[in-house]
């Protein structure tokens, strides 16, 4: 029966490069390996038939013998040498593709994979979500939180074996956490189903831990929290995560702020912004206004007659700290003119007085803008 061409076999063109030949080699080996076409013959045969030409290809010089005399090139010793196609060989690079297919088959790769051995296991890290205020970000504070978290149990000091015992060696992975099996012509590593890759197993568990070795406590942990933190700053707590397994090393806690929104200021970065509503007579006439300050005082700002709304005032080093630094950002008033509302009928009659006063010349924006119409207008009619 003839051999199928090895270009075929890795559905490539003749002309592919190392790292074509190499993704598709990576995607034919996974699909058709034994682990993932469990008693299927014929995908373990096509599995066999991709080595094959891989093994070929990858070599420029195999590869240009194949080119020129196709299969007979290895044929009676023809392009022979240790790993030739006849002999079923692969070599190193074929290795290590296999590794990589390992991994994305089943969760570990080749020789390197597996679980941990020994049994200790470090701990996870947690997360904690702690909402502070404005003022708090802008002073900086010193919190306590609490926190229920795994810690090592105080009965088996960790181990999860009964006091007075300790965990012994799997029989079954001999210690290792992994064990063999020959699937076709491979060797395939698996966590061992014993230990579940701890490489020791507990004969008597602890009454208080289940054999976990971990017990949920509720902690009371001290937090500095830094002047100038912004929503989404993360801090770490080396070492206060979840215990360790069975007396392994324990995780971190991340502790993530977000600030609550604010009744006045709304930030960006370091800077802070502030609506702030006046009168139409003080926006008129001028004046001075009082706002306030995010560290609780508070500022003047000078409105210069005929100020319109959404002018703004930048008071420097009214802002907030940048963190870990000595730095401050600024503060920005922006002043919204307030329409009088629920005037009275003198109030409307000084109004209308006012209005009749009035000249273009007080209102050189409406006034210039309705001419603009007018001409429109004229101009649309002609």
Known sequence: MSK???????????????????????????????????????????????GEAYEVLKD??????????????????????????????????????MSDIFEDLFGFGGAAGGARRGGRQ?????????????????KGKNAEINVPTPLACETCDGTGAKKGTKPVSCKTCHGSGKVR??????????TCPQCHGHGEVIDNPCGDCRGTGRKVKERTLSVSIPSGVEDGTRIRLAGEGEAGGLGGPAGDLYIFLSISTHQFFQRDGADLFCRVPIAMTAAALGGQIEVPTVDGGRTRVKIPEGAESGKQFRLRGKGMPVLRTSKLGDMYIQVEVETPKNLTRKQKDLMKSFKDACTDKNHPDSAGFFARVKDFWNNAGA
């Open 181 to 190: 099996a020959a699937q076709g012509f491979f060797t395939i590593e698996r």
């Open 4 to 50: 199928r061409d090895y270009y075929q076999t890795l559905q490539v063109e003749r002309g592919a490069s190392e790292a074509d030949l190499k993704s598709a080699f990576r995607k034919m080996a996974k699909k058709y390996h034994p682990d993932a076409n469990h008693g299927d013959d014929g995908a373990e045969k096509r599995f066999k038939e991709v």
């Open 60 to 97: 420029p010089q195999k590869r240009a013998a194949y080119d020129q005399y196709g299969h007979a090139a290895f044929e009676n010793g023809m392009g022979g040498g240790p790993g030739g196609p006849g002999q079923h060989g692969f070599g190193a690079d074929f290795g290590a593709s």
């Open 122 to 138: 470090r701990g996870d890290d947690l997360r904690f979500n702690m909402e502070i205020t404005l003022e708090e970000a802008f």
